[in-house]
């Protein structure tokens, strides 16, 4: 059975982000009120241990490091600002601001622990960008070490008089908070709301260091290739339905799989599976493998449920969330009707079937609380 938790006033406006540390005992929260929260989970219940003001806009995203780097944490913010914090001392303290994003910073998170402590970035500039900590000592020198650009969100939706409205009514660029995400219009009419911006890294490090992203409202995900000895490079493009939006992107732990696993969530209320197939780090170095014989990278679609697009009856519903267990045999996924569900795999004689392992809706959970 699914137990729930609940965190009253956690926030004083909008909880925009909440995140778990390594081992589940600790909760990141950030909001609209330019805060960073850090709940302990004891005897069950989940006590505010730190709280401060990190950012001079609200902060839109939180990724925790993995433990062997100590407690550390990044803050991406609509002042276009990424922030590392870590806790020294009883108390958490800045130890770096990067600054390169042009735009609201929409999403971070840190590669997994063998590739070094390192922090992939997405901005509504059009770029993903990763970075390298030079002192793992200090957490005070990072280095830009990859970028890669896809260009700015272009918003089909509004006529040309509307965007000459628009930009002439702004200097450079007009922002407005709006259910969480910042409205950024720009010369061109590009707007920062209009698409999905999310990323994740691949956790085996057998596959090489490939991050999936997605960025504005293009309906692709872009599986993007780094590599310390040559440019990043985009090896596979998974493109959704015509229209649709994605809103989040998560890759499953491989666990030994020949394949990987890569779920997406959009805005028309879908949760989509993906199978992802291609060459390991062996299979790339392998020079004297023919070139027409080399693995190429590919993708299939395996599942697609449409439970979290109906909202109170109507269709419209929004994935916000999805996040694999850490064996990558469970999905969960949140969305805007209310519930959070968990999809699994089961094995039939027609093969492997994704399917429904539970539900719990939030708005019944507060109610019973309730009384």
């Given at each position: 059975?699914?137990?729930?938790?609940?965190?009253?006033?956690?926030?004083?406006?909008?909880?925009?982000?909440?995140?778990?540390?390594?081992?589940?005992?600790?909760?990141?929260?950030?909001?609209?009120?330019?805060?960073?929260?850090?709940?302990?989970?004891?005897?069950?219940?989940?006590?505010?241990?730190?709280?401060?003001?990190?950012h001079d806009a609200p902060v839109l995203h939180l990724a925790w490091a993995h433990?062997?780097?100590?407690?550390?944490?990044?803050?991406?913010?609509?002042?276009?600002?990424?922030?590392?914090?870590?806790?020294?001392?009883?108390?958490?303290?800045?130890?770096?601001?990067?600054?390169?994003?042009?735009?609201?910073?929409?999403?971070?998170?840190?590669?997994?622990?063998?590739?070094?402590?390192?922090?992939?970035?997405?901005?509504?500039?059009?770029?993903?960008?990763?970075?390298?900590?030079?002192?793992?000592?200090?957490?005070?020198?990072?280095?830009?070490?990859?970028?890669?650009?896809?260009?700015?969100?272009?918003?089909?939706?509004?006529?040309?008089?509307?965007?000459?409205?628009?930009?002439?009514?702004?200097?450079?660029?007009?922002?407005?908070?709006?259910?969480?995400?910042?409205?950024?219009?720009?010369?061109?009419?590009?707007?920062?709301?209009?698409?999905?911006?999310?990323?994740?890294?691949?956790?085996?490090?057998?596959?090489?260091?490939?991050?999936?992203?997605?960025?504005?409202?293009?309906?692709?995900?872009?599986?993007?290739?780094?590599?310390?000895?040559?440019?990043?490079?985009?090896?596979?493009?998974?493109?959704?339905?015509?229209?649709?939006?994605?809103?989040?992107?998560?890759?499953?732990?491989?666990?030994?799989?020949?394949?990987?696993?890569?779920?997406?969530?959009?805005?028309?209320?879908?949760?989509?599976?993906?199978?992802?197939?291609?060459?390991m780090i062996e299979d790339e170095e392998d020079e004297d493998e023919d070139e027409?014989?080399?693995?190429?990278?590919?993708?299939?679609?395996?599942?697609?449920?449409?439970?979290?697009?109906?909202?109170?009856?109507?269709?419209?519903?929004?994935?916000?969330?999805?996040?694999?267990?850490?064996?990558?045999?469970?999905?969960?996924?949140?969305?805007?009707?209310?519930?959070?569900?968990?999809?699994?795999?089961?094995?039939?004689?027609?093969?492997?079937?994704?399917?429904?392992?539970?539900?719990?809706?939030?708005?019944?959970?507060?109610?019973?609380?309730?009384?």
């Open positions: 059975m699914l137990q729930t938790g609940f965190i009253n006033n956690a926030h004083t406006d909008l909880v925009t982000c909440a995140v778990y540390d390594y081992y589940g005992s600790k909760l990141a929260t950030c909001g609209l009120d330019q805060k960073i929260c850090v709940w302990l989970l004891e005897d069950s219940r989940w006590t505010l241990g730190d709280e401060w003001k990190a433990p062997e780097f100590g407690e550390v944490l990044a803050s991406a913010s609509v002042d276009r600002t990424v922030k590392i914090w870590e806790k020294d001392k009883g108390v958490w303290k800045e130890k770096a601001v990067l600054l390169d994003c042009r735009a609201t910073v929409r999403q971070v998170e840190f590669s997994p622990s063998v590739f070094g402590l390192r922090l992939a970035v997405v901005s509504a500039d059009g770029w993903l960008r990763v970075y390298d900590c030079l002192d793992q000592t200090r957490l005070d020198a990072w280095a830009l070490a990859d970028q890669v650009e896809f260009g700015m969100v272009k918003n089909p939706g509004l006529d040309e008089l509307q965007q000459q409205q628009q930009v002439g009514t702004t200097s450079s660029a007009s922002t407005s908070s709006t259910a969480g995400a910042a409205v950024q219009v720009q010369a061109g009419g590009s707007r920062e709301a209009d698409g999905g911006w999310s990323l994740s890294w691949c956790k085996d490090r057998y596959w090489g260091q490939l991050v999936a992203c997605v960025l504005g409202s293009t309906g692709v995900v872009n599986i993007v290739q780094f590599s310390p000895s040559r440019p990043p490079q985009v090896v596979l493009k998974l493109e959704e339905s015509p229209g649709v939006v994605i809103s989040t992107v998560s890759w499953a732990p491989s666990c030994g799989r020949s394949y990987h696993l890569l779920a997406t969530g959009g805005r028309d209320g879908h949760v989509r599976i993906w199978k992802v197939d291609g060459p027409g014989e080399k693995k190429k990278w590919s993708a299939q679609l395996v599942a697609d449920f449409d439970d979290h697009a109906n909202v109170g009856g109507m269709t419209g519903g929004v994935v916000g969330k999805v996040e694999w267990n850490v064996t990558g045999t469970i999905l969960s996924s949140s969305g805007s009707d209310g519930r959070v569900r968990l999809w699994k795999a089961t094995t039939t004689s027609a093969g492997r079937i994704w399917r429904i392992a539970g539900s719990v809706g939030v708005e019944q959970q507060i109610q019973k609380q309730k009384e």
